[in-house]
């Protein structure tokens, strides 16, 4: 599968943005769906991610309660909801895909990665 994400850009603190993934290629469905993101000079780090079926989310504790997780298996698109955004969000955010798996947060664990969109959040 073959991973492009879009929907970055520059938003003030408190506001809103969504970031899509969109797949290409088979068997989309299949896959589970990570968000990961990488600040300048930091590690990259996990987001959040989804099950294959939708059912399953889990996210990382700093963004617990302000991000949400989703996924159009029809449009082959993950989604990134991301609401009360603050500067420490900013960051290169990167989808990926893994084949099976348990919701994983380690980014080895996942086969497929997309470029990266830039968000960046100002006060």
């Known amino acids: 599968v073959q991973l492009q994400a879009s929907g970055g850009g520059s938003v003030q603190v408190g506001e809103s943005l969504r970031v899509s993934c969109r797949g290409t290629?088979?068997?989309?469905?299949?896959?589970?769906m990570g968000w990961f993101r990488q600040a300048p000079g930091k590690e990259r780090e996990f987001v959040a991610t989804?099950?294959?079926?939708?059912?399953?989310?889990y996210y990382a504790d700093s963004v617990k309660g302000r991000f949400t997780i989703s996924r159009d298996n029809g449009l082959n698109t993950a989604y990134l909801e991301m609401n009360s955004l603050k500067t420490e969000d900013t960051a290169v955010y990167y989808c990926?895909?893994?084949?099976?798996?348990?919701?994983?947060?380690?980014?080895?664990?996942?086969?497929?990665w997309g470029l990266g969109t830039q968000v960046t959040v100002s006060s």
């Open positions: 989804i099950k294959w079926h939708g059912g399953d989310t």
């Open positions: 290629g088979r068997r989309f469905s299949s896959y589970d």
């Open positions: 990926a895909a893994r084949e099976g798996g348990d919701g994983s947060r380690f980014a080895p664990d996942y086969q497929y």
